[in-house]
């Protein structure tokens, strides 16, 4: 008994001393992670928030210098790319010598209409699409929802190919026809599902009390589910804007006629091959040089395809992440 005493005395004894050490009077106590508590929940050290700013920084670099070397060169003469071997970065003489040349040609105004008027008219139809498809799906009593459902479901791992397409979109003589750049891909299962989602997790009882006071399916629709649903809605529009903006593999298949080509398809002509389009006044080969003179036009071209962008996306930014994730996980 006294040697059992004994030897759990010390262990006590430690225990007791070893407490008060982190508390001692003019020491900071210690912060001890809690084992209630998540890793990502603990404050951020020193060097974690140090880690954070440098790789942030570094992200933000590697996106702004790009389109700082984009921008600047398309404002430089030509003989400042030929100073500089080929893309600019530090701005000497500026112009908009290559901007005024590009719009003066012609079609690469053309082809911004175009493209302007494509993503206008196809963004609105396939939002209007998807948001009454995912309507109709996220409603238990519609017709066929499942199985209607589940062929939506196949068609994001399953396409019927190239080939199959081009012989739809032409015995519906939708070639050379700005249909064909819209009707293909007017509508993505994958925002389909995200607005489905989203209007499922609408209260029902606010649907409910809507029938009792004899609303249809479409006053719902149009005065409780869109108004609920903005941000989601802007989202899902802005990825079929930007779809639409970037496309140009469809004007390849479906496009013969160089004065319906949107901007994209032109702006791969000119950066990607070099090739002068017809109307366009711009030459690509300086004979005497035999340098290339078309790099601060194909930089102007470049800069006129991602300015709408950057224009539209800090209006539907608030809406984006808020719209994804909330769609991503209710119902």
Not at 54 to 75: E, G, K, R, Y
Not at 227 to 232: G, I, L
Not at 305 to 312: G, H, Q, R, Y
């Amino acid at each position: 008994m006294s040697e059992q005493t004994g030897q759990a005395g010390p262990r006590i004894d430690t225990a007791v001393v070893a407490v008060p050490t982190d508390l001692a009077p003019g020491r900071t106590p210690r912060r001890r992670r809690s084992k209630h508590r998540a890793a990502w929940e603990e404050p951020p050290s020193v060097a974690g928030q140090a880690g954070k700013v440098v790789v942030l920084a570094v992200v933000v670099l590697a996106i702004v210098f790009p389109l700082w070397t984009v921008i600047i060169t398309s404002l430089s003469t030509q003989a400042e790319t030929i100073r500089a071997g080929g893309l600019v970065v530090v701005p000497g003489e500026l112009t908009l010598g290559a901007y005024t040349q590009i719009l003066s040609g012609g079609i690469v105004t053309r082809a911004a209409l175009v493209s302007t008027g494509v993503t206008a008219v196809g963004t609105v139809i396939s939002t209007v699409v998807s948001v009454l498809a995912a309507f109709g799906l996220s409603r238990p009593s519609s017709l066929w929802h499942r199985p209607i459902l589940f062929v939506f479901l196949i068609t994001m791992f399953f396409g019927a190919g190239m080939i199959p397409t081009y012989l739809l979109v032409s015995s519906l003589g939708l070639i050379d026809s700005y249909w064909a750049l819209i009707l293909p891909g007017a509508v993505s299962a994958f925002n389909v599902l995200i607005l489905r989602n989203f209007f499922m997790g609408i209260d029902q009882g606010i649907l409910d009390a809507a029938r009792i006071d004899g609303a249809g399916d479409w006053r719902i629709l149009g005065r409780i589910v869109l108004p609920m649903s903005k941000a989601v809605t802007a989202v899902v529009a802005l990825f079929y804007g930007v779809g639409y903006w970037n496309a140009f593999f469809n004007a390849i298949l479906y496009i013969n006629d160089n004065a319906k080509w949107p901007l994209q398809l032109v702006l791969r002509s000119y950066v990607l091959q070099g090739v002068t389009l017809p109307g366009s006044g711009v030459g690509q080969v300086d004979v005497a040089s035999g340098a290339v003179t078309g790099l601060p036009v194909q930089m102007a071209v470049v800069v006129l395809a991602i300015v709408p962008i950057l224009l539209v996306y800090p209006f539907v930014q608030r809406h984006f992440t808020k719209g994804v994730i909330t769609g991503a996980i209710k119902g």
